[in-house]
């Protein structure tokens, strides 16, 4: 029995409300372990007395359970006069964490969709699985952290700048039923992005906190491709509440994208499933044509034990409604594109509601 297998034990822990693990969010400080007997020091930011309390009885069951366990002590600290709105979003991180997230009023849930890699299509997937699942009765919002390559903007047709609110945030715009906010709506045409960390992170920061986002059933966040020191301290910053990964079929794409797999799980973000994006094309002579291979992104759904959300095939319509601002989704959600993207978008719902 040792530090790293009590710390491991207590990633079961959800800080309560949310579906992040006390471990992740920096609240373990201490931990000792001698002949049977464990102490640790958890430490508070914010929070009620009852998640406090919870905290530290699943705490206990969760050690209890190693085994050669004879004494629990669990002490939780929380500052004097913590308001119950405030939970874990002030945990101080632990070195390589980044801030513990604010849960934003009025959104229910946070989802990333990533891809680990550029030029898998996840914008497309982004826009159109936004779309997708407006149809399907959510208020949706999609936030753009592509930073240094926003296609958002271009994709939803919105070229129009943010208004700010009588208390000073940024109003999204809209198009399409979705609430949209990027960092190409704030840019000139062809305007460079020349930043270091710091300054992306404290962008992310706003768009998240300092957006009148309203009430919405779910916001989509369109991570940058990579999985670097940025990505994993954006899902840390960002409240998320699962991913999706969006992969192309052949090896150069999934070997990165396991990448991106690993990311989410080092954060303990649950990974709602992957979607196999330019699946296939059809010719027009009805010939099916596997340019980038087939079934990579199920098989590797597989491997990692999450749902496969589906495949994306090539379609002319995708790629011209991207172009136009209208995603094919919006523009004929009765086709073979606009179907694919509400198939996913339905098994998304699915997967969101086992959390």
Same mark, same amino acid.
């Given at each position: 029995?040792?530090?790293?297998?009590?710390?491991?034990? =207590?990633k079961?822990?959800?800080?309560?409300g949310?579906?992040?693990?006390?471990?992740?969010?920096?609240?373990?400080?201490?931990? +000792?372990?001698?002949?049977?007997?464990?102490?640790?020091?958890?430490?508070?930011? &914010?929070?009620?007395?009852?998640?406090a309390?919870?905290?530290?009885?699943? +705490?206990?069951?969760?050690?209890?359970?190693?085994?050669?366990?004879?004494?629990?002590?669990?002490?939780?600290?929380a500052?004097? &006069?913590?308001?119950a709105?405030?939970?874990?979003?002030g945990?101080?991180?632990?070195?390589g964490?980044g801030?513990?997230?604010? *849960?934003?009023?009025?959104?229910?849930?946070?989802?990333?969709?990533?891809?680990?890699?550029?030029?898998v299509?996840?914008?497309?997937v982004?826009?159109? =699985?936004?779309?997708?699942? %407006?149809? *399907?009765g959510?208020?949706?919002?999609?936030?753009?952290?592509?930073?240094?390559?926003p296609?958002?903007?271009?994709?939803?047709?919105?070229?129009?700048?943010?208004s700010?609110?009588?208390?000073?945030?940024?109003?999204?715009?809209?198009?399409?039923?979705?609430?949209?906010? +990027?960092?190409?709506f704030?840019?000139?045409?062809?305007?460079?992005?020349?930043?270091?960390?710091?300054?992306?992170?404290?962008?992310?920061?706003?768009?998240? +906190?300092?957006v009148?986002?309203?009430?919405?059933?779910? =916001?989509?966040?369109d991570?940058?491709?990579? %999985?670097?020191?940025?990505?994993?301290?954006?899902?840390?910053?960002?409240?998320?509440?699962?991913?999706?990964?969006?992969?192309?079929?052949?090896?150069?794409?999934?070997?990165?994208? *396991?990448?991106?797999?690993?990311?989410f799980?080092?954060?303990?973000?649950?990974?709602?499933?992957?979607v196999?994006?330019?699946?296939?094309?059809?010719?027009?002579?009805?010939? *099916?044509?596997?340019?980038?291979?087939? &079934?990579?992104?199920?098989?590797?759904?597989?491997?990692?034990? %999450?749902?496969?959300?589906?495949e994306?095939?090539?379609?002319?319509?995708?790629?011209?409604?991207?172009?136009?601002?209208?995603?094919?989704?919006?523009?004929?959600?009765? &086709?073979?594109?606009?179907?694919?993207?509400?198939?996913?978008?339905?098994?998304?719902?699915?997967?969101l509601?086992?959390?």
């Amino acid at each position: 029995m040792t530090p790293e297998t009590i710390k491991e034990a =207590l990633k079961a822990v959800k800080y309560p409300g949310y579906s992040r693990d006390i471990v992740s969010f920096g609240l373990v400080k201490d931990i +000792s372990a001698e002949n049977g007997a464990v102490a640790v020091v958890i430490e508070l930011t &914010g929070g009620s007395p009852e998640a406090a309390q919870q905290i530290k009885s699943e +705490s206990e069951q969760a050690i209890r359970a190693i085994g050669d366990v004879k004494h629990v002590y669990v002490d939780v600290k929380a500052p004097q &006069g913590a308001k119950a709105a405030s939970p874990a979003a002030g945990a101080a991180p632990q070195a390589g964490q980044g801030q513990g997230p604010n *849960r934003v009023p009025g959104i229910k849930q946070v989802v990333a969709v990533a891809s680990g890699k550029g030029g898998v299509g996840k914008s497309t997937v982004s826009a159109n =699985l936004a779309c997708a699942l %407006t149809q *399907r009765g959510v208020k949706v919002g999609l936030l753009d952290c592509d930073i240094y390559g926003p296609s958002i903007p271009l994709m939803m047709g919105v070229k129009e700048r943010p208004s700010l609110s009588s208390n000073e945030k940024l109003v999204p715009l809209e198009n399409h039923g979705v609430k949209l906010m +990027s960092m190409g709506f704030l840019l000139e045409d062809d305007q460079p992005v020349i930043w270091r960390g710091p300054m992306i992170m404290k962008t992310i920061q706003q768009f998240i +906190s300092s957006v009148e986002w309203g009430d919405l059933d779910l =916001l989509l966040v369109d991570l940058p491709p990579g %999985t670097g020191d940025a990505q994993l301290s954006l899902c840390q910053t960002v409240p998320l509440d699962g991913g999706v990964v969006v992969t192309t079929p052949q090896e150069a794409s999934l070997g990165v994208v *396991r990448k991106g797999i690993n990311m989410f799980r080092k954060v303990n973000v649950p990974i709602l499933g992957l979607v196999e994006n330019m699946s296939y094309f059809t010719s027009p002579q009805g010939e *099916r044509l596997e340019i980038f291979g087939h &079934g990579g992104g199920k098989d590797e759904a597989a491997r990692q034990n %999450t749902a496969f959300l589906g495949e994306v095939p090539i379609f002319q319509e995708i790629r011209e409604g991207g172009d136009a601002g209208i995603p094919v989704v919006a523009k004929d959600p009765e &086709g073979g594109p606009g179907q694919a993207f509400l198939e996913v978008a339905k098994i998304v719902q699915a997967e969101l509601a086992k959390l």
